[in-house]
């Protein structure tokens, strides 16, 4: 079944998580999802195996470790590696916070002297990175930097090209070992040798453009496409007069570490309970956590009045106060202990959280599938009302 039924049971909820993750709406036998960083246009990209459920992970970026562990979670796929294309120079990987978060295994090319810390998957031309039963192939394509790979899908459907070959661009050479002379070699051979019709997947796009094709660039690519030869492209690059990257001084000695923070520690995101961050970008708590712990916490009930009469009950102590009034009575709720909101399956308190957080209470987060879960879990309830 594709949807939870009107009962909402949890074993519902694990039909779904299942039942996304293997479904696969454009590529078959394939789940595939391309992701954006913003701040540093950088695309993330997942590629898990329908049949089994796991998974690889492709360039993820440190600060959407979150928002990637979520999908990971929603989607139900087990991680077996978090690869980074390269050592990049403009942001820090989030290959060791995926790592704390699921076990799987760091992936990047063995080529970097001295090699990368934190690496138990070390890389290199020929290598394939398997995820159930599908895997990806190892290109070393050197000259943005000297450890870079393209990863190219086996059924040859898709490369994922790191910077190597961007779309309708390439990655600069004027830095990390980079070379020009190289890079054409790496591009000419081992990318375009591809078949026509693969689609290539960059590390990043400054103009919003997602996919290309080797067809295409080789076509229509500015600086290697079309009748140019190696000293067209050299000459290109040799000119681009780019400016030093703004991040290179905070990114290269973290990603040296594969993104271990200098300290040594996994930032949490909140220091008063296991919140979690939700693909969607909400705060929400396990109701299991907030039962053990409700002298710790303010519960807030968002649900309308009339509701509190209902066979769902209440928490004991939740202060009532209707979503649509929220924004009006922020005064009423007190602010010296964290706010767990609630409602009747998770929805209305998930807005609440965000209308929360807008207003300074930064400690709240949503009780995770509203009275509907905590009913099925058998935690405790009122079932009369109490004062508001
Ligand atoms: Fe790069």
Redesign the pocket.
Known sequence: MLYGSASGSQLDVVKLRHAIAWSPAIFANLVFRQLFDAASSTYTYLLGDPCTGQAVIIDTVFEQHLRDHALLVELDLKLVAAVDT?C???HVTGAWMMQQATGCRIGISRRYQPPIQGVDLPLDHGDRITFGGRHLEVRATPG?TGGCMTLVLEDRSMAFTG?ALLIRGA?RCDFQQGSAHTLYRSIIQQIFSLPEACLLFP?HDYSGRTVSSVAEERAHNPRIGGAADERDFVGFMENLNLPHPKQIDVALPANLRSGQPADGKVPRLAGWGPVRQTYAGLLEIEPEWVAEHLQQVHVLDVRQPQEMQESLGRIANSQLIPLNELKARLSEIPRDKPVVAVCHAGTRSGQATVILRSAGLERSANLRGGMLLWSQLGLPTQRRSVGA
Request: proline share 0%; glycine share 24%.
């Open positions: 390269h990049h120079a403009d943005h910077d990655g590390g």
